[in-house]
């Protein structure tokens, strides 16, 4: 079955800390995701990748930075946290080819900052 | 990308039919349709995906009028396990690159 596996279910930081929150997917997807998700908010698109090394801003990349580079791992970073980060994140990957873009999601990861 | 729109939440009982709306307006020519079903505290995850008329899986149906300025999900004899947040997206499916902007989604509560 194929995976899309978040490093964290539940972590717990302080303000100010940086914080790393991992992906990893096995379907050899050129498309991976960041999203974040509040309530009444639905989910909000931080950034993405199309491929190693690259990446571009979503709607809400302010406060993060992300890293790519390895194929298979998209990772999220907090520089220097804040409560307002406190929230679910959701990391997806898609295969662009000749099939249509069907996001795969991980279980979410969810992040309480104090 | 185009906007959609959904009903904020939708009300059902076990066994009926549920139909769940979608207006995206300004479609394009490319754009493909996807419907996401969540669970709390879970990912979504893919129910259908379609580009014009009907197409059927063994979860749902999913229906486009000609003009595909609107599309329906369909759920047919709905269960308490449906109880979900659904989300309409669109958007190239084939473009690299393309991001997913998904909205706040249909709450749908089914009830015994």
């Known amino acids: 079955d194929v995976k899309v596996t978040q490093s964290s279910r539940y972590l717990v930081k302080r303000t100010g800390e940086k914080v790393f929150l991992e992906c990893v997917q096995d379907?050899?997807?050129?498309?991976m995701f960041w999203y974040r998700q509040d309530p009444g908010l639905g989910l909000r698109l931080i950034y993405f990748s199309y491929d190693v090394k690259m990446k571009e801003k979503g709607d809400i990349p302010e406060g993060y930075s992300v890293s790519r580079e390895k194929k298979e791992r998209f990772s999220l970073i907090l520089e220097s946290a804040s409560t307002n980060q406190t929230s679910m994140y959701l990391c997806?990957?898609?295969?662009?080819?000749?099939?249509?873009?069907?996001?795969?999601f991980g279980a979410g990861s969810r992040l309480t900052v104090l | 990308l185009a906007k959609t729109t959904q009903p904020i939440s939708m009300d059902s009982y076990e066994g009926q039919e549920v139909n769940i709306t979608c207006s995206h307006n300004?479609?394009?020519?490319?754009?493909?349709i996807t419907w996401y079903q969540q669970f709390p505290s879970q990912g979504p995850r893919f129910i259908i995906q379609g580009y014009k008329t009907k197409v059927t899986n063994e979860v749902a149906s999913l229906f486009i009028p000609a003009d595909r300025k609107s599309s329906t999900l369909s759920l047919p004899r709905v269960s308490l396990s449906d109880t979900a947040v659904y989300y309409c997206?669109?958007?190239?499916?084939?473009?690299?690159?393309?991001?997913?902007?998904f909205g706040k989604g249909t709450t749908l509560s089914v009830s015994s």
């Open positions: 300004n479609i394009a020519t490319n754009d493909y």
């Open positions: 997806a990957s898609s295969f662009t080819s000749t099939a249509a873009n069907v996001l795969t």
């Open positions: 997206l669109v958007g190239d499916m084939h473009q690299a690159g393309t991001a997913l902007i």
């Open positions: 379907m050899d997807h050129e498309n």
